[in-house]
């Protein structure tokens, strides 16, 4: 009898641990929010059983206060979400490490002084750049101010540079990203223009690209850029698209030697790419955006050979845009929303948010996109060959950073707080 139940319990532990199993296996499948614009670096998830409906009472799991003023997006490495911050006048700057579970502060620390801040535009701050972070390690980026490479359990600084100039005139935007053993960095500004890559695990210079580039103007205001480089491979070959101010350059992302670059008019690009396979799409900044599809197996300039087709109408400066089955989807500065082919570059449908704006970039997970705007909506609607909105989710303060997302929760930054939103039959 007391070997049958024995074995009874026994049945019961496997099959509790085959459960749980199962259940990180198939959380497992979508990796960590772990830079700008997610894990696959397009502003996409694969996670289901995300939240509609929200409000400053409803699906709220936490809220907690971030000081400072900063712009950074939220970045989320298993139960720890991190972010940057500063003073409103730039002359510390810090990280915050809050838990995932609790929403309670788990490090806050400054990581750097700044005798002299460069001045900014009003609507950007000095900690902007977000952080990548992967297990065990979370690289800070506060352009020309310095980067810095932290430990994930005690937020000690393992290595830091501050010796790479640049004025980046109106504040930085570029955020880190990684490839391989590299952390790569880009220095777009008034006086300097460059690529840098560390080794990630020493912070010692790697290689280092001054853009090659036909800026036609010797007026630093545009030269500056903002955007954050994507890695695709194309036919075999690894590249790093780097947008800036007047050209998109591809470069050999391992010896920053050039492949092939494109030049449009504008400046102050913003956009982080996105790639199909086939072509990748570039939003050019500000000067009026536009949006170029380009064939990335070119060699030299490609201007007039690789160049597929130009949108010039409702293209944001600002907020990046989303590639879903075909379609991209975007939202521009001035809140009207957009749907294109990507084949064509033909406008499928227009659709104006009411008295909104936007800086932060739209996302797409579970079937839906999700815009939050500077005025504290966020607004989520389906994509497809029409404009569907599902919810306009209002919250106190306006959003400038783009969410992640974690698991079946949404982190959302505001001007003064962090929130973690999922609807409560997913909380446990």
């Not at 198939?26 to 929200?54: C, I």
């Not at 630093?220 to 075999?236: L, N, Q, S, V, Y």
């Not at 590639?323 to 499928?348: H, Q």
Request: proline share 5%; hydrophobic share 35%; glycine share 8%.
């Amino acid at each position: 009898m007391a070997a049958i139940k024995i074995r009874s319990l026994f049945s019961a532990f496997c099959l509790f641990a085959a459960m749980i199993f199962t259940a990180s296996f198939a959380t497992a499948d979508e990796p960590y929010w772990n830079q700008f614009r997610g894990p696959h670096a397009d502003g996409s998830s694969k996670a289901t059983g995300l939240p509609v409906k929200w409000s400053e009472k409803e699906n709220i799991v936490w809220k907690t206060p971030v000081h400072g003023r900063a712009w950074s997006s939220p970045v989320v490495w298993k139960d720890q979400v991190w972010v940057t911050t500063s003073t409103k006048d730039g002359k510390e700057l810090g990280v915050v490490c809050v838990d995932f579970n609790t929403g309670k502060i788990l490090i806050d620390k400054k990581i750097f002084d700044v005798e002299k801040p460069q001045y900014i535009d009003p609507s950007n701050s000095h900690a902007s750049s977000t952080p990548i972070i992967e297990e065990g390690r979370i690289y800070v980026h506060y352009g020309a101010y310095g980067t810095a490479c932290l430990d994930t359990k005690t937020g000690d600084v393992l290595w830091s540079r501050r010796d790479y100039p640049c004025n980046h005139w109106r504040g930085a935007g570029s955020s880190p990203i990684i490839y391989q053993n590299l952390l790569i960095l880009q220095f777009d500004g008034y006086d300097y223009q460059y690529v840098v890559a560390l080794d990630k695990a020493t912070g010692k210079e790697v290689w280092k690209k001054d853009r090659n580039i036909e800026y036609g103007t010797k007026n630093g205001d545009f030269k500056k850029a903002f955007a954050t480089p994507r890695i695709i491979e194309h036919d075999g070959r690894v590249q790093l698209i780097s947008p800036a101010a007047k050209a998109t350059v591809s470069y050999n992302p391992l010896t920053g030697d050039e492949y092939w670059k494109f030049y449009y008019p504008q400046h102050s690009a913003a956009n982080r790419p996105l790639y199909d396979g086939e072509k990748i799409y570039v939003g050019t900044g500000f000067g009026k955006a536009h949006l170029y599809a380009v064939s990335p197996d070119g060699k030299g300039d490609v201007t007039k050979t690789h160049v597929k087709w130009i949108e010039q109408k409702g293209i944001p400066s600002k907020p990046s845009q989303l590639l879903i089955d075909g379609l991209l989807f975007m939202v521009d500065d001035k809140g009207i929303a957009s749907c294109l082919d990507s084949k064509t570059g033909k406008l499928i449908w227009k659709e104006r948010m009411d008295r909104s704006s936007f800086s932060a970039s739209p996302i797409f997970a579970d079937g839906k996109i999700y815009a939050p705007d500077r005025e504290g909506v966020t607004r989520v609607f389906v994509p497809g060959k029409e404009y569907k909105e599902l919810a306009a989710n209002k919250l106190e303060e306006g959003c400038v950073a783009s969410l992640a997302i974690a698991g079946k929760s949404i982190i959302l930054r505001t001007e003064h707080f962090l929130y973690r939103i999922e609807a409560p039959s997913q909380q446990k």
